[in-house]
């Protein structure tokens, strides 16, 4: 099975900030990668995705971006945070050969 | 448009009983969907999936059911468990193309001893 590994698992950023959020995998090669984020109480909102190195997918147009510069490397970045950016925000991870989705411990973002 | 969505938000049960979690989509170019039960302060983790071809499935002290007919989806616990509390998300993906599941809003299932 695979692990996913984030972190920080809490941060607390002022307005106007920058950003990274760093997701690593374990025990899968070339996974599809995801970038999460949920506000409390709610569902999961898809905010990127991944299929290979330097292929990303943006769901959502806001103030965030991702890279993924490694193969089980994904990060979450933005230059200024908006208030609006808190969240609990998880990365995720499918193999190839398989639709089980794996997910991180998440980061809680509080942003002031 | 397109959505999972869930009937119940909350669902309060006595340890031992059996819990039913239901789920609704409308996609039905969907084939494969997804329960996931997340923890608080905790990613969402899988505990069993079910393809379109099949109306049932099993695993421990879990079933899924599918009803392709009105687009519905369960979720049954057996014995329900104190640590069996938590947030139940229902996922649809759509046959074809990568991997995106959409994820319905969540159940909290609450179970007192």
């Known amino acids: 099975s695979q692990t996913i590994h984030q972190w920080p698992a809490t941060l607390v950023q002022p307005v106007g900030s920058p950003l990274s959020l760093e997701c690593t995998v374990e025990g899968t090669s070339n996974p599809n990668l995801y970038w999460y984020r949920q506000a409390a109480g709610r569902g999961l909102q898809l905010l990127f995705y991944s299929v290979g190195i330097g292929q990303i997918s943006s769901e959502v147009p806001q103030n965030l971006s991702a890279s993924r510069p490694q193969d089980r490397q994904f990060i979450l970045s933005s230059k200024k945070l908006l208030l609006s950016d808190s969240g609990f925000y998880l990365c995720a991870s499918v193999a190839r050969n398989n639709y089980e989705q794996y997910f991180g411990p998440g980061t809680r973002l509080t942003v002031t | 448009g397109e959505s999972v969505g869930l009937h119940l938000p909350t669902l309060s049960v006595q340890e031992g009983d059996n819990s039913i979690i239901n789920c609704a989509y409308s996609n039905s170019a969907s084939d494969y969907f997804i329960w996931y039960k997340q923890e608080s302060g905790k990613g969402p983790q899988f505990i069993i999936d079910?393809?379109?071809?099949?109306d049932k499935r099993q695993g421990q002290r879990v079933t899924v059911l599918l009803n392709k007919t009105v687009k519905h989806l369960s979720l049954q616990i057996a014995a329900t468990q104190p640590g069996d509390s938590a947030v139940y998300f229902c996922?649809?993906?759509?046959?074809?193309?990568?991997?995106?599941?959409?994820f319905g809003r969540g159940t909290s299932l609450i179970v007192h001893p």
């Open positions: 996922a649809e993906n759509m046959r074809g193309g990568s991997y995106i599941p959409t």
């Open positions: 079910i393809r379109s071809n099949m």
